[in-house]
């Protein structure tokens, strides 16, 4: 098991001013960040990347599908448009020295349609992950596709919407994820919906139900864990908490006010939540 850190909890673009923080978040006892993914090149990531290496930091990122990167459109420029977008943070990805990115990387963030997919996107989204995920598979990289609550996609919203779209899709670099904030609101049994996406799952979000710090809200916190577990699920257990510090993220996650005293609770108590909630369910 691997615990992580996302750092959009402090920005939406990751620089070397960063790297105090960087060493905070690894003496604290976590073994990699994620990294945010809304602009810059592959050559900037690569140099950021190293300066990672060097405080011996794993990498995951996250990144979204935005305004004009509409893989469900009817408009074929967007869906040039969100190919564009994925191939590009593949390469991003690749430069930090990363094999996995996650996010919603399935349709445009906050676009609706006022009715539920229709057969026609789901045949575009099939195309758009085949064109991406060849991309990804030849960089090394994969997919963690996720899940978000229906008021912020409707596209993709429960474990099991996305385990059967990821058995219909069938490609080696797009899986999926587990969000415990999502799941919070659009599962019956949160804990129970990991049942659904564990043959997918490659990525798991601790995030609380208010995005504050974990271990501080309503998530069933032990069950879940005992269901990651029963999974077998090993990989990375990536706190994922919202604050104001991203104006543009916290209009689009209806963020208004604070969740927590101050970051250094989230980091701190999220960790120690994290890892004994963990070994608990293993006894």
Not at 146 to 156: M, V
Request: some cysteine.
């Amino acid at each position: 098991m691997r615990y992580g850190f996302n750092l959009l909890l402090w920005t939406g673009h990751v620089t070397n001013e960063h790297l105090p923080l960087f060493r905070t978040l690894k003496k604290t006892g976590y073994d990699g960040v994620e990294i945010p993914l809304f602009e810059g090149t592959p050559d900037y990531y690569a140099r950021l990347g190293a300066s990672l290496a060097k405080l011996d930091l794993a990498v995951t990122t996250v990144s979204v599908l935005g305004a004009g990167h509409n893989s469900l459109s009817s408009d074929r420029e967007e869906r040039r448009a969100a190919v564009t977008r994925a191939k590009w943070a593949v390469d991003c990805t690749k430069a930090l020295g990363a094999t996995l990115l996650a996010g919603p990387m399935h349709s445009e963030l906050g676009r609706f349609s006022g009715q539920g997919p229709t057969a026609t996107e789901r045949k575009r989204a099939i195309e758009f992950h085949k064109r991406a995920g060849d991309h990804a598979d030849r960089q090394g990289v994969r997919f963690a596709l996720e899940a978000l609550n229906r008021f912020e996609c409707y596209f993709l919203n429960t474990m099991a919407q996305l385990a059967d779209y990821l058995d219909e899709l069938d490609h080696p670099a797009v899986k999926g994820m587990y969000d415990t904030f999502h799941a919070n609101i659009e599962e019956k049994d949160p804990a129970a919906a990991i049942k659904a996406i564990k043959r997918h799952m490659i990525h798991v979000h601790i995030s609380e139900n208010d995005r504050g710090t974990p271990g501080k809200g309503q998530v069933p916190w032990e069950p879940t864990y005992q269901a990651l577990r029963a999974a077998s699920y090993d990989g990375w257990l990536t706190i994922e908490a919202f604050g104001r510090a991203v104006p543009a993220l916290a209009a689009a996650t209806r963020v208004w006010r604070d969740f927590f005293p101050n970051k250094e609770e989230v980091y701190k108590f999220g960790l120690k939540s994290m890892q004994q909630g963990w070994t608990k369910a293993g006894r």
